[in-house]
């Protein structure tokens, strides 16, 4: 009796081991994935490594769509040693011909004995095939190691290949008493220089960025990506909400000469001679249907950037927009930045505009909410604020 139970120690004690051994490479290869956020779209980010006797021989990462996967690139870095290891891989392998061959018949190829994954990929060409493939060619296979740090790594991919649309980012910075800007209208800076880090390093990641026609006409903004150890950040499409068509054509959005394209959705409310206008400056005038109160339609907006492979959106502004998101229930995720200041007044505007609810029962309540801050010291008033994180899952 004393002998089994030692024994059962042991298997569970070896097996311990094994998972946090697991976890460890893991980890890495997320690291390794997280290089190529904002790069990849509109395929999912992904990082691999092999290991032969608790040692890396061979890492890889997916740098753009239509380049090697991180297993090909990580199996070509290993070379022959890669007979008899094990492959640590984000997302299931896939099984499927697309822009590249399928990487189960790479890794198989390989000689690899075992393949360790975090989380599977939703994607109905894939869904558990890769899995299956690489049990039939008798490897042991490993799935759901960080998975729920995968499925963050690669939220954007996984919404987008379940529900058809981008998924979104509400992004706003507001004072301690929830005011975007003073009852004049200034607003330059109630964010500090590192929540404006944060905010362009969200603009990289995301397919396409979204504002209202009274942001745009008020601030007149570029919507670029600026990053200072990032020599060739990605710009999103600027996406502009503009039904009648009241912002002017000298708007810096449709100078021809920034970087990326920019999309103006509206209504047939728009005159002919405004979308030939916008035509003739490279912009794409898009045809949405209307709400009952003029607006856009969110949810054909949505649709159709989704079949335009844009799967993930940031949206900036205005307050009305972003209530119109909020009431709409399209949101997925907030971003808050908080500044350490007090600006008053009851004309002021907040962030979320519109009627509001009526009862706090009524309230958008966010699940997953944490808060970090930019700064050692909130009363340092530099300022670089504290960002509060909140995804709606």
């Known amino acids: 009796m004393f002998n089994a139970n030692r024994q059962e120690n042991e298997v569970q004690s070896k097996n311990l081991v094994h998972q946090e051994m697991d976890r460890f490479f893991m980890k890495q290869a997320l690291a390794l994935a997280a290089k190529g956020q904002g790069f990849t779209s509109p395929n999912p980010t992904v990082g691999a490594l092999v290991v032969q006797n608790g040692q890396i021989i061979g890492e890889g990462y997916h740098r753009r769509a239509g380049e090697p996967h991180a297993e090909v ?42 393949v360790v994954y975090a989380v599977s990929d939703p994607n109905p060409l894939v869904s558990g095939s890769g899995h299956r493939r690489l049990l039939e060619a008798g490897m042991t296979v490993t799935e759901g190691v960080c998975l729920d740090e995968a499925w963050y790594l690669n939220r954007f991919f996984f919404h987008y290949i379940i529900h058809a649309k981008p998924y979104v980012i509400v992004k706003f910075a507001a004072s301690l008493d929830g005011k975007i800007a003073t009852r004049t209208g200034d607003s330059r800076w109630i964010s500090g220089k590192e929540s404006r880090k944060q905010g362009y390093f969200l603009r990289h990641l995301c397919d396409g960025i979204l504002i209202g026609a009274g942001t745009a006409v008020t ?3 570029h919507l670029t990506t600026r990053i200072e150890d990032m020599p060739s950040p990605r710009h999103p499409i600027r996406i502009l909400l503009d039904s009648r068509g009241r912002v002017p054509l000298d708007s810096n959005l449709f100078n021809p000469t920034l970087p990326g394209r920019t999309i103006v959705a509206a209504t047939d409310a728009m005159p002919e001679v405004h979308k030939s206008e916008l035509a003739s400056r490279g912009a794409e005038v898009l045809l949405l249907p209307s709400a009952p109160d003029g607006r856009i339609e969110l949810i054909s907006l949505l649709e159709a950037l989704g079949k335009r492979e844009i799967i993930s959106l940031l949206v900036e502004g205005g307050g009305e927009v972003l209530a119109s998101f909020v009431a709409s229930g399209l949101v997925n995720e907030v971003w808050a930045f908080i500044a350490p200041i007090i600006i008053g007044g009851d004309s002021a505007p907040g962030p979320v505009r519109g009627l509001g609810v009526e009862k706090i029962a009524e309230a958008f309540y966010l699940q997953n909410a944490f808060m970090t801050s930019l700064q050692k010291r909130l009363d340092e008033i530099s300022p670089n604020y504290t960002l509060c994180k909140w995804p709606i899952i």
């Not at 870095?77 to 590249?100: D, F, I, Q």
């Open 73 to 114: 690139e990580a199996l070509r870095a290993a070379g022959k040693a890669a007979c008899g290891s094990t492959m640590y891989v984000t997302l299931e392998p896939c099984n499927h011909y697309g822009r590249t061959p399928p990487c189960t018949e790479a890794v198989i190829a390989a000689g690899v004995r075992r």
């Open 219 to 221: 601030d007149n903004p």
